[in-house]
């Protein structure tokens, strides 16, 4: 079992910058798909960015492309999303996740991705 713990959510003007982090343990640390999501209050959740921890593929929502950078620290089991110029539509909960599932992966398909973090919240005024 995966756990994920995220953390470095708060509150920012809009323009500003914050780095969200999710804390992997519990399983064998090989070939995952990580990836964060985001859900706003009456809207959907929303793939934002996903990864593997062994390079490859990287995906980002068209909404975050340009802004949003998704990385991994492997030897500290930690994966990042480093989230600059950041607006109001930004606003909402973020959710670090998993995926063992093997084969592709990305965070336009939030199925794939069976661990989930318990979140944390980002919020953008402007």
């Known amino acids: 079992q995966v756990q994920l713990v995220e953390s470095g959510g708060g509150s920012v003007q809009a323009g500003g910058s914050l780095e969200l982090s999710c804390v992997v343990s519990?399983?064998?640390?090989?070939?995952?798909?990580m990836g964060w999501f985001r859900q706003a209050p009456g809207k959907e959740r929303e793939g934002v960015a996903s990864?593997?921890?062994?390079?490859?593929?990287?995906y980002y929502a068209a909404s975050v492309k340009g802004r949003f950078t998704i990385s991994l620290d492997n030897a500290k089991r930690t994966l990042y999303l480093q989230m600059n110029s950041l607006k109001p539509d930004d606003t909402a909960t973020y959710y670090c996740a998993a995926s063992l599932l093997g084969g592709f992966c990305s965070a336009s398909n939030a199925a794939r991705f069976g661990s989930w973090g318990q979140g944390t919240q980002v919020t953008v005024s402007s």
């Open positions: 519990g399983y064998a640390y090989s070939n995952y798909c």
């Open positions: 990864t593997y921890t062994d390079g490859g593929y990287i």
